[in-house]
């Protein structure tokens, strides 16, 4: 059998990670020859880059941020800005012909350094969600369209979203409303997070009841065998906790 070098791999950061570490996978030249690595949906640890084996001149770590709704890239790291103290953990500068703004509660744009939600502009997102108008009217708003992601951009227009890597939210019995829900958040690499800090964001753009109770931080969200985060794995996690306490 012929084996043939990749040049290009697009990966989710959650496979990226675990790369590295699994096995029959070809070592050496083959393996190491990759140009470019697209790690989507977040900001990679500070040391993935060691880990792939990635040096100077044609070895490239490209990481980009977005979501499906913006053609899935919004900003990116370019390979010369990893290594660098004042870019670590951040998302990135936006892609060519992104228009993108931090946003306060009134939708007034922030200023370098103030805390907001991501906004982009409605020429480089998708047309609507199909047949379904209130969710079109709750995600687009005077022309941009509400990420949901809380951050800020530096002086120098890189990206930083609020401290949290990954998050799930579940429902469970409550006797009050019937159910409320569960936020398991864990914090980007590095990072602290703060629980109630979060919340009171919430508080700013929801109602209050629909705020999950209570926030918890673990090290690491379960996953599926896809590397995916599934809401029945992170409730049953969360249910078998409950029952280590009690």
Not at 44 to 71: C, H, I, K, M, N
Not at 112 to 133: I, N, R, S, T
Not at 148 to 174: K, Q, S, W
Request: contains cysteine; hydrophobic residues 45%.
């Amino acid at each position: 059998m012929q084996f043939r070098s990749a040049n290009l791999a697009s990966l989710l950061a959650a496979t990226a990670r675990r790369l590295p570490d699994a096995p029959g996978l070809i070592r050496g030249e083959r393996f190491w020859t990759w140009s470019a690595i697209g790690a989507a949906v977040g900001a990679l640890a500070a040391g993935l880059r060691d880990r792939f084996g990635l040096g100077p001149g044609d070895r490239l770590l490209v990481q980009y941020s977005g979501l499906g709704e913006v053609t899935g890239c919004i900003t990116g790291l370019r390979p010369e800005d990893h290594g660098r103290p004042e870019h670590e953990g951040s998302c990135g500068i936006p892609r060519s012909g992104m228009q993108m703004e931090v946003q306060g509660p009134e939708r007034e744009a922030l200023p370098p350094g103030a805390k907001g939600e991501l906004c982009v502009a409605v020429g480089a997102v998708f047309a609507g969600y199909w047949q379904d108008p209130e969710a079109i009217a709750r995600a687009i708003r005077n022309a941009w369209l509400l990420i949901g992601d809380l951050g800020h951009v530096d002086p120098r227009g890189y990206l930083h979203l609020a401290g949290i890597a990954e998050a799930c939210v579940f429902g469970m019995p409550d006797a009050k409303w019937g159910e409320s829900g569960v936020a398991v958040l864990v914090a980007a690499d590095g990072r602290a997070l703060d629980l109630a800090g979060v919340a009171a964001a919430l508080a700013t753009r929801i109602a209050r009841y629909k705020i999950p109770k209570p926030f918890e931080k673990w090290e690491a969200l379960p996953r599926s065998g896809h590397g995916t985060i599934t809401k029945k794995d992170v409730r049953a996690a969360y249910l078998a906790r409950l029952g280590a306490v009690r």
